[in-house]
């Protein structure tokens, strides 16, 4: 993430820090185990990594959660269609191994240089947002810099 910054610096450009959560992941879990659990966090980073840019970085950031850095943006805007594809892929599994799942992300995300924390606060006010979207009823994306503009 230093370095997008960095380079963020000289190309003038704007990068989406991402939070995700997976909605109702512990029910499956629970239901048909951590070995298929697994196998459906591949499934979903294998998913998101084909709707990503070549560029960007998909990481698993613990347990159901992933982080993503959709990096050398022309405009904050840029970044709503690929995270509203990755909505709608999650949300359309309904199969994986022969077992049925329902499952839905809900996604956080700051942009950077109009957030202009170090990297640890970009995660964390990331994931402020993505706690946001959880509480607006899940399956859907909360902008950090819309938090702060609604709380003023």
């Known amino acids: 993430m230093q370095q997008c910054i960095s380079n963020n610096k000289r190309q003038q450009s704007h990068i989406a820090i991402v939070f995700m959560d997976l909605d109702g992941f512990k029910e499956i879990n629970d239901l048909h185990g951590h070995s298929f659990g697994d196998d459906l966090l591949c499934f979903i980073a294998q998913k998101i990594k084909l709707l990503m840019r070549e560029d960007d970085t998909l990481a698993r950031f613990g347990g159901d959660e992933f982080v993503m850095i959709l990096d ?54 990331a994931d402020q947002a993505m706690y946001i979207a959880k509480q607006s009823g899940k399956n859907c994306l909360a902008i950090y810099l819309m938090l702060q503009k609604m709380l003023l």
């Open 72 to 125: 050398n943006l022309n405009s904050p805007d840029d970044c709503l269609l690929i995270l509203r594809q990755i909505l709608d892929s999650v949300s359309n599994i309904q199969f994986i191994n022969n077992k049925s799942v329902k499952l839905s992300a809900s996604i956080g995300l700051t942009i950077y240089p109009q957030d202009n924390s170090n990297s640890d606060q970009l995660i964390r006010h």
